[in-house]
T-cell receptor, first 114, second 114 residues
Framework: NAGVTQTPKFQVLKTGQSMTLQCAQD?????MSWYRQDPGMGLRLIHY???????DQGEVPNGYNVSRSTTEDFPLRLLSAAPSQTSVYFC?????????????FGPGTRLLVL | DAKTTQPTSMDCAEGRAANLPCNHS???????VYWYRQIHSQGPQYIIH???NNETNEMASLIITEDRKSSTLILPHATLRDTAVYYC???????????????FGKGTTLSVSS
């Protein structure tokens, strides 16, 4: 298993541009989520999904959209990038929504918005 | 979810035990204690979790006080590769609207030196 994969690893955008951060897992996990991490801070939840076709907002959802058309993929879309979205983005997955389930994280995407 | 308090940083000599404390004085009866770590430029990695009993796995031991208001993560023989930020997280043991989203604080930066 490849686990949780994220692409791209690095990205530079200009203000106002749009892009999609890709996340995929091959573990047949129901639960997937997106976090952002800013310098000196912990991870903050952006959006999450408890299964295909179901998504919901986390702590900092503004400026981001998600969809979950398949179990494997959970892309994060920036519709109009802003400098405040400069961050490292992590995708995570777990088998189900239960608390005994370990979350597995991807390697991250480093985004710079100029 | 209960709030956690961890020291900002700790040092440990290679080969010695690293004991990382965490206070969670407002923890509820159904909340688990989780530990994750994040090595520089990588995604967070699950270490261990527990409810009230002490737990041990191949990576670490988790000691939870009888009143469950604090816990200690023990890395028995720290190596240079254990240098990372360690996050203590408490999370309810039931499925809620946020699923298994983990609320990360700022964690403890553990520096292991030779």
């Amino acid at each position: 298993n490849a686990g949780v994969t994220q692409t791209p690893k690095f990205q530079v955008l200009k203000t106002g541009q749009s892009m999609t951060l890709q996340c995929a897992q091959d573990m047949n996990h129901e639960y997937m989520s997106w976090y952002r991490q800013d310098p000196g801070m912990g991870l903050r939840l952006i959006h999450y999904s408890v299964g295909a076709g179901i998504t919901d907002q986390g702590e900092v959802p503004n400026g981001y959209n998600v969809s979950r058309s398949t179990t494997e993929d959970f892309p994060l879309r920036l519709l109009s990038a802003a400098p405040s979205q400069t961050s490292v983005y992590f995708c995570a997955s777990s088998r189900r929504g239960g608390l005994q389930e370990t979350q597995y994280f991807g390697p991250g995407t480093r985004l710079l918005v100029l | 979810d209960a709030k956690t308090t961890q020291p900002t940083s700790m040092d440990c000599a290679e080969g010695r035990a690293a004991n990382l404390p965490c206070n969670h004085s407002t923890i509820s009866g159904n909340e688990y204690v989780y530990w994750y770590r994040q090595i520089h430029s990588q995604g967070p990695q699950y270490i261990i979790h527990g409810l009230k009993n002490n737990e041990t796995n191949e990576m670490a031991s988790l000691i939870i006080t009888e009143d469950r208001k604090s816990s200690t993560l023990i890395l028995p023989h720290a190596t240079l590769r254990d240098t990372a930020v360690y996050y203590c997280i408490v999370r309810a043991g039931f499925f809620n609207q946020a699923g298994t989203a983990l609320i990360f604080g700022k964690g403890t930066t553990l520096s292991v030196s030779s």
